[in-house]
């Protein structure tokens, strides 16, 4: 689910980071990573030369090399957080998430800690699967945007988060909109109600309102209780009424009209 407004975010924290170490740096001819003592700006510099090449995979080694040879220096805390950075571009996300986390951890109230939380929730967004799968990671991606705008509600990282947690509602309302039509197709109409229910009360800015309002009418009317599918069909009516779900859930009303009309009789008090 990447974007280029989500990878333009990302890099914007590198001109931060990645700080030039031309006057100190060194060039580094080999490519594998045997423990070799090297002095803080070769490893460093010679990493951001990798990411700079797009070698992400040998970038995020290097960088978790800074953080191993110099754990004490002002380099190892902008290592840790350029290696979540080169993890993420990898697509490594697992690795992205612990190198962030664990800046977090040793780092809480570091002026970069927004971007930590914001990789951690990109990394989480970017696995998010269909509908037709488990949407644990999509659930981890929610509550991470979620920390990431409560913490830190100014920053533009939030701004971006924002608008992914729309899109990450709109995903997990699909989901209960898939299992609410399984348990329709199935006739287990009460199991189908509550999915529905879910999606009205839980996820209310949704696209998928109007259609869990359509089909909470035709439940209702399965389960015989048409007076709550009147209230179902009023409310789509009175918040979507250009809508096919109204037209069919009107539609549905119309066919069913005599069994409202009883239900309310049997419901009215006797004078």
Known sequence: MRTSTTRALALSLLPVLALSMAGCAKKSGGKDLPYVARDVGTLYSTAKQKLDQH????????????????PYSVWARRAQLMGAFSYYLNRDYTESISSAQRFLAVHPGNRDAPYAYYLIGLSYYEQISDVQRDQKITQQALDSLGELTRRYPNTKYAADARLKIDLVRDHLAGKEMEIGRFYETRGQWLSATLRFRTVVDQYQTTTHVPEALMRLTESYLALGVPEEAEKAAAVLGANYPGTDWYSHAYKLMQENKGKVQQAQAATKPAS
Request: hydrophobic residues 45%.
């Open 55 to 70: 070698q992400y995979k040998l970038a995020a080694a290097l960088f978790d090399e800074v953080e191993r040879q110099h």
